[in-house]
């Protein structure tokens, strides 16, 4: 079995890979956006000339009026603050939270004094990315890297975490091991062929060689 360092270690190589390939852009581009998730627990509709605001949980995010958010209010709702792309450029928009949680997902190590493990979930339906901080329940059995479904909490301050692993996990695959290269080339028919024709070829020749010695030979004797 591998060894808890060397899970994570794959974690770390395997959302590298998908960081290079999945979220290439150009360098002026931001970093994939991590979407908050909670109770709303405070709103303020931005007007095109004011700002608005929404908290989630303990964090505040600001509104403008063109981002998107519920026709009526969120007040008190289970919600996702998420980053969406539109034909005018990227908006904030307001959507109700998943649950369960299903995606790809992997444990990102603690930071001392600062925070928590917490749980970096990638999911398609809806397409957001979310950074869960981690229960116990969930610490204990979920290690490296899978897709997986994740039962979600609220703490008392309104805020999302991962309560626990629903149903079955699906590996990350292991890498293959890389073939050796091919140091030569078989032997083909058409090299058989030619050894065998050259062999008859041999041998009808000092056939023909002796005859030739033997008839002049007797043209001699006479």
Not at 104 to 114: D, Y
Not at 183 to 198: C, D, R, V
Request: charged share 10%.
């Amino acid at each position: 079995m591998r060894s808890e360092p060397s899970l994570r270690s794959s974690f770390t190589m395997a959302a590298a890979l998908a960081v290079f390939l999945g979220w290439a852009a150009p360098a002026s581009a931001e970093p994939p956006y991590i979407a908050t998730c909670g109770t709303v627990r405070a709103f303020s509709e931005p007007t095109p000339t004011v700002p608005g605001s929404v908290t989630i949980g303990t964090h505040t995010f600001a509104l403008h009026s063109g981002d998107r958010f519920p026709s009526t209010t969120p007040l008190g709702a289970a919600m996702c603050i998420n980053r969406t792309v539109t034909t005018s450029g990227p908006v904030v928009a307001l959507i109700a939270m998943p649950a369960p949680i299903c995606g790809f997902a992997g444990i990102v190590e603690a930071i001392p004094g600062q925070r928590g493990e917490l749980i970096d979930i990638v999911t398609t339906t809806p397409d957001v990315r979310i950074a869960l901080p981690v229960s116990a329940a969930v610490g204990s059995v979920f290690r490296g890297a899978a897709t997986a479904c994740f039962e979600v909490g609220l703490d008392a301050n309104g805020n999302a975490f991962a309560a626990r692993v629903m149903g079955a996990t699906v590996l990350a695959p292991t890498p293959r091991p890389t073939a050796a290269p091919v140091s030569g080339l078989p032997s083909t028919a058409t090299t058989g062929m030619f050894g065998e024709f050259a062999t008859i070829f041999v041998g009808a020749s000092a056939a023909i060689l002796v005859l030739i010695s033997r008839r002049r030979g007797r043209d001699s004797g006479r």
